[in-house]
């Protein structure tokens, strides 16, 4: 049968006619005109053999002789090419002929789980923007999925509505209904949830009720759609060590859900002032101070969390304390301190997959009781002590090994916490020459310029803080054991619980899981 186009795949011709190609997707549509006769697609990492069963599907609805092991392989196809009843298909068939084989069913839950546990990263990718409704519906409905808000949910759905809005729009209210739209702020309801929703009287009703949800709490039994779980409910802040005679090697675990406690675990060590890491499921300590022997550590140690198992670690070149720690990727990088003699401006990276360790380029400026934050994959080196209290900020790039001397802070200031919020680093608190400080400044690394928000409620140093549900949380300090909440959206604060350790220079870490 004459054929009008030839799809070129993976230097593969395809005989094939531009009327099974328009009526399959959008993407064929847009591709295709009188006058192209060769079109060649983009498909990188597809298989022949998917090639073949997706345009026998396109011809006849069907695929015969289809194999489990083929399914993944042609879903992505699908996706790239916008085949969404290509990809039900393939589900569908999974589903049905081998819904009590373990093995098939994990390969296909492989395939939603990606989505689930990178939605953060996919929401721009063309696989993501051309997923099916159903498929759209089954992701944002998911309770796992790995956000750290609902307003992150929501732009993602924005994003995918926006790829094709003309089709898409009719679907966006059945979308809505999927969302938990009470964990959005009010001011974001009304910014950017009303400028997408609100062509539909269902639309509006949603936005709406939602706003009542915060507006009126003791009428939320009415607002039967909407739906306020949390997801990841999984996520948890563990607290370890501190210089305090209670906690050496105690770790505590913190629930931001419900604002609990619990006593995880008690590491035999009896070191304070170190610096650690997590990574998968091991936490990683860092040198610090040997209470039981009066001396300086260079040890280094891996506490596995499921098995509560504490391992020796290959050990730094220097002993260090009061260092800070980050990590990218496989490498955790340990950043100035004090070795009693001197402030440190040496760096050293460990290499979490050989266990090895190296020297870095050292920073411009020594110090220690600093803070550091990773943002964008570079390292961002706030304040501390050298020979005098420091405001001095510097960049550091891994891949070029280079620093770089930033604006300075307005406020000097020692042993206070720094958090990144989307683009922007927040350092709160800390202590100088006259005394606590309570102020907290907002950094734009891409502007390189300072604001000053809210002030602390209560003011105070040597604590940690997390970020969580669009919040940044604080726990205590050397002078208070209060739970101090910021909310950067409305550049609030609010004190919510007690810390039921009082503790200073400890470290605070979040699980994306219990244990």
Not at 404 to 425: E, G
């Amino acid at each position: 049968m004459y054929s009008d186009i030839e799809l070129i795949i993976n230097n593969k011709r395809y005989a094939v006619h531009k009327s099974i190609l328009h009526m399959a997707s959008a993407l064929f549509r847009r591709l295709l005109n009188d006058n192209i006769r060769v079109l060649e697609m983009d498909s990188k990492d597809i298989r022949e053999i998917s090639v073949s069963k997706a345009i026998e599907f396109l011809y006849k609805g069907t695929i015969e002789e289809l194999q489990i092991e083929q399914i993944a392989n042609i879903v992505k196809l699908a996706e790239l090419w916008q085949l969404d009843k290509l990809k039900d298909y393939c589900y569908l068939f999974g589903e049905r002929i081998f819904r009590d084989n373990s093995q098939v069913s994990q390969r296909l839950e492989d395939i939603d789980n990606y989505f689930i546990n990178n939605f953060l990263d996919i929401t721009t990718d063309i696989r993501f923007l051309n997923l099916s409704v159903e498929n759209v519906k089954q992701l944002l409905s998911s309770d796992g999925l790995k956000v750290s808000s609902e307003e992150q949910v929501f732009k993602g759905l924005s994003q995918w509505v926006k790829h094709d809005w003309i089709n898409r729009k009719k679907d966006l209210y059945s979308l809505m209904k999927c969302l938990r739209l009470p964990l959005c702020s009010v001011s974001f309801l009304l910014k950017e949830v009303r400028a997408l929703c609100c062509e539909s009287v269902e639309e509006c009703q949603l936005l709406l009720d939602a706003i009542l949800w915060h507006q009126f709490p003791q009428n939320r039994s009415s607002l039967k759609l909407m739906n306020s779980d949390i997801r990841n409910l999984d996520r948890r802040v563990l607290i370890v060590g501190g210089r305090s005679s209670d906690t050496p090697g105690l770790i505590e675990m913190y629930n931001p859900t419900t604002n609990s406690w619990t006593n995880f675990f008690k590491i035999d060590i009896n070191i304070t002032m170190f610096s650690a890491e997590k990574f998968q499921n091991n936490l990683i300590i860092f040198g610090g101070w040997d209470t039981k022997e009066n001396r300086l550590n260079d040890k280094v140690y891996s506490f596995n969390l499921h098995t509560k198992q504490l391992t020796d670690l290959a050990a730094m070149n220097k002993k260090r304390f009061n260092a800070t720690s980050v990590i990218i990727n496989e490498r955790i990088f340990v950043i100035g301190g004090d070795d009693m003699k001197s402030r440190v401006d040496t760096i050293e990276e460990y290499n979490i997959i050989e266990n090895s360790w190296k020297i870095v380029a050292s920073m411009i400026e020594s110090r220690y009781r600093h803070a550091s934050v990773v943002y964008k994959g570079k390292i961002y080196v706030f304040g501390g002590i050298s020979d005098d209290y420091l405001s001095s900020v510097e960049e550091y790039d891994p891949n070029s090994n280079q620093w770089t001397k930033l604006s300075p802070m307005k406020w000097k200031r020692r042993n206070f916490t720094a958090v990144v919020v989307n683009d922007s680093i927040y350092c709160i608190g800390g202590h100088n020459y006259m005394g606590i400080v309570g102020q907290v400044e907002k950094f734009d690394p891409r502007s390189n310029s300072w604001t000053e928000v809210s002030n602390m409620p209560v003011k105070d140093y040597g604590f940690q803080a997390i970020y969580h549900n669009e919040k940044i949380i604080c726990f205590g300090g050397m002078r208070n054991s209060k739970i101090q909440v910021y909310d950067p959206a409305k550049n609030t604060w609010q004190i919510i619980g007690e810390f039921p350790n009082q503790r200073v220079f400890y470290v605070a870490l979040i699980l994306e899981r219990s244990f």
